[in-house]
């Protein structure tokens, strides 16, 4: 791809690149084209491959990388595209660090976090080793606020920073159920003032979700002595989790002890947090690069119609590989500690956006048995690809440096990296590749989209437009409805099999949500960005329910969301009583 061609972008990609990805002066004025930002960030990242092979064609590279990313293929994490190139030279999304049980731990998490948040990244945390609420501290004679109160703290210090001037501070907060402080945890977020920069979820553990599933009562256990400290009611605790996600969409849930079964260096210690949307657990101090392909640009026409086109999806599979690895060398991190931890495990997270799109290309209806088969064979391609091109990096560049202490030290493969494959969230990058969030269906076929605080974006799908002009049936009493509601079904005058194909969000039952996200998830090495969306008018047991499906399901966590359980939602249609 020449850099002279134009980057085909649509009106709110290039709004949103201008807003905060594009190289600006200290006025404000932008100071390069989005094919300037590819390219900027192609040269960079192909200079690590000068560290393996001191005859490498660098340009080569650099056009290859130029290439998939600005025909959007491919796009690599927000940061990436930011900074790569840049005097920060951040590149990294997904942080996690720890804070242990001391004044001096939390204030070097907060001043840490800090850090992070200037550069660009997101963080999480767990803050299950702290002491509960009244506990003695010996040292001063005095008594620990607990977890909650620290909290408050890490919260108001993203406050006042900006992610290196591009992205708000993004956290997430975890405590195991078994902490004695867990019910105020639970709850404190049904006051919308509390905690408004994080997210939270609930670490819960196979023993808990027995116990809830028995009705028997579980252990609160010290964090320091280990000790019991009282025992309540698993069903109990439970229902309170349920009653705040229906409340406030908070907290959701994390399966502790299946994603520790997936870790692939336990001999370097458990898995504890997550990043901000819950898609990559890392152990402390490690960060993740995380990138995306666009499936939207993996179809061919085929003799009887539109068709996945594996090959070009392996050739995009394997040169994303490549560039996310280098993204690991090339990186500037924030901490030393940072640097050490990922370096040494050298984790990626390759995923992708455009699903919902891509279905609807192949004529499949989201909410089917054949989109979730398709779904699990989709990922299980992907995901043996970027193995291999792991592998082949192996081969040329070597194991990562922690190998040995690795799962697969003993029955293999000989990989670079020791992950390779993330569903994340893609909220902004979806917007620049013009093509579906994530793994997500449409939230609707009109949407108003807040993006970055304060962006307004306005969109009517345009596959729907496509498919409606197509069919006869486009006017402009057909888009006033639409934007009206948001959704097509129940409009008995567009056919059938498009009120079918094109189902939104809260048109699914919970069961499907839940049912693509364990699709994708049986075949992913990290974790899956999924939010199960419910009208307002949902019950709280249909909530319950969408939570021990996820449990029973193999998810690693899931994530619920009540349309008007917040003030403020990213994504809304105009008619709220029916989105």
């Avoid at 999480?124 to 609420?133: E, I, N, T, V, W």
């Avoid at 159920?177 to 553990?205: A, M, Q």
């Avoid at 291999?388 to 000989?414: C, H, M, Q, T, W």
């Avoid at 345009?462 to 002009?469: G, M, N, S």
Wanted: glycine share 6%; net charge positive.
């Amino acid at each position: 791809m020449n850099d002279a061609d134009p980057v085909s972008l649509t009106p709110n990609a290039v709004a949103v690149l201008k807003r905060r990805y594009l190289r600006k002066d200290a006025s404000g004025r932008v100071l390069e084209t989005p094919a300037q930002m590819f390219r900027r960030m192609a040269d960079n990242l192909a200079e690590a491959e000068k560290i393996y092979d001191s005859r490498a064609d660098i340009q080569r590279t650099a056009d290859d990388f130029y290439g998939l990313t600005a025909r959007l293929e491919f796009l690599p994490n927000s940061p990436t595209l930011m900074n790569a190139g840049r005097e920060l030279q951040q590149l990294s999304a997904c942080f996690v660090l720890p804070v242990e049980d001391s004044l001096r731990s939390i204030f070097e998490a907060v001043k840490h976090t800090a850090l992070i948040h200037q550069s660009g990244g997101g963080t999480g945390f767990s803050f299950s080793r702290l002491r509960p609420k009244d506990d003695p501290v010996l040292s001063t004679s005095g008594i620990a606020s607990g977890p909650v109160s620290f909290m408050k703290v890490f919260n108001t210090a993203t406050e006042v920073i900006k992610q290196g001037g591009t992205r708000r501070g993004a956290n997430m907060g975890i405590l195991r159920v078994d902490h004695p402080d867990i019910l105020e945890f639970i709850s404190v977020k049904e006051d919308p003032r509390e905690l408004t920069n994080f997210n939270l979820s609930v670490g819960v553990t196979d023993r808990f979700m027995r116990a809830v599933l028995s009705r028997r009562p579980y252990d609160l256990i010290h964090p320091n002595s280990r000790r019991r400290v009282r025992r309540l009611s698993a069903a109990y605790v439970f229902d309170r989790i349920v009653k705040a996600a229906w409340t406030a969409g908070e907290p959701g849930i994390l399966f502790l002890d299946r994603i520790n079964r997936d870790n692939p260096t336990p001999a370097l210690g458990p898995i504890e947090a997550t990043n901000p949307c819950g898609e990559q657990p890392l152990l402390p101090f490690e960060s993740c690069n995380l990138g995306s392909i666009n499936l939207t640009r993996m179809i061919r026409q085929g003799a009887s119609g539109p068709a996945l086109d594996e090959e070009k999806l392996r050739r995009t599979i394997r040169l994303s590989v490549r560039l996310l690895d280098n993204v690991i060398d090339q990186n500037r991190y924030p901490l030393p500690e940072i640097k050490t931890i990922t370096q040494g495990n050298r984790k990626i997270g390759l995923g992708v956006m455009g699903f919902a799109d891509l279905l609807i290309l192949l004529g499949i209806p989201y909410d089917s048995e054949e989109a979730a088969a398709f779904a699990e064979r989709l990922m299980t391609f992907i995901h043996e690809e970027a193995r291999r091109a792991s592998i082949d990096l192996a081969k040329e560049r070597g194991v990562f440096p922690n190998f040995s202490r690795s799962i697969y030290a003993a029955r293999g493969p000989r990989l670079r990296n020791a992950t390779t494959t993330t569903i994340a969230p893609t909220g902004t990058l979806a917007i620049i590749a013009g093509c579906s969030s994530g793994i997500e269906p449409l939230y609707g076929i009109a949407v108003w989209r807040t993006a970055m605080d304060d962006l307004k974006l306005t969109e009517v799908h345009p596959l729907f437009l496509r498919t409606a002009k197509t069919a006869g049936i486009y006017n402009k009493n057909l888009l006033a409805r639409i934007r009206r509601r948001g959704s097509i079904q129940g409009d008995t005058t567009i056919p059938k099999e498009i009120r079918r194909l094109f189902v939104t969000a809260h048109d699914i039952p919970p069961e499907y949500h839940i049912r693509m996200q364990a699709a994708f998830q049986k075949q992913t090495d990290n974790a899956v960005s999924k939010t199960v969306n419910f009208p307002e008018k949902a019950a709280p047991d249909e909530i319950r329910q969408a939570f021990l499906l996820a449990y029973r399901s193999g998810c690693k966590g899931v994530t619920i969301y009540r349309s008007g359980s917040r003030d403020r939602q990213v994504l809304t249609c105009t008619n709220v009583q029916y989105c």
